[in-house]
């Protein structure tokens, strides 16, 4: 994938983050979760921004280095950029996907339960698990399954889903109220 696709995907989720949000502010659901929704929404807004820039960044890099002639130095310099970037874009693009996916999770399900003649039915409940399955699916049988689900990445996505399903189920419980 080029560089300019990969620009525009990102672009593309920026502009549904923000779609999402303005329309949950225009409508927001009865049962609430609208504190949630935008402080997910933010937090992965700003990763992708910060995706965006490093893929600029990256596309700068690579440019100077096709330019550099027999610089050893210049060109390591550049190489050493070039791996931390991707190591960054790789954590702040998949941060963003969990989050977004999080806020999607808390979104549907509070929409759902203001919904007067569903509201607390235990079928609402599936909708996060089934949505935290899909996500999975793609990293252990498709183009994601050569990252090791043991892999540090892989493990604090896994935690940080689970503990928002613990949440949605608090609050599907009443025990807690997700804002």
């Not at 696709?5 to 989720?13: H, K, L, N, P, S």
């Amino acid at each position: 994938m080029s560089t300019g696709a990969v620009i525009a995907t990102a672009a593309a989720v920026l502009g549904s983050n923000l779609v999402v949000v303005a329309l949950a502010w225009d409508n927001p659901p009865a049962a609430g979760g609208m504190v949630t929704i935008t402080f997910l929404m933010m937090i992965s807004f700003v990763a992708f921004v910060d995706v965006l820039h490093f893929l600029m960044r990256i596309d700068y890099l690579v440019s100077r280095l096709q330019l550099i002639e027999d610089d050893k130095e210049a060109e390591e310099k550049i190489l050493k950029e070039l791996n931390n970037i991707s190591k960054m874009v790789r954590f702040m693009h998949i941060s963003g996907l969990v989050l977004t996916m999080i806020a999607f999770w808390v979104i549907s399900y509070k929409y759902l339960v203001s919904i007067p003649e569903i509201g607390y039915h235990p079928i609402v409940l599936l909708l996060p698990f089934v949505l935290f399955v899909l996500f999975w699916i793609p990293k252990l049988y498709g183009v994601e399954q050569d990252v090791s689900i043991k892999s540090r990445e892989s493990i604090i996505q896994i935690v940080v889903q689970v503990i928002f399903l613990a949440l949605i189920c608090l609050d599907f419980l009443r025990i807690i109220t997700i804002f």
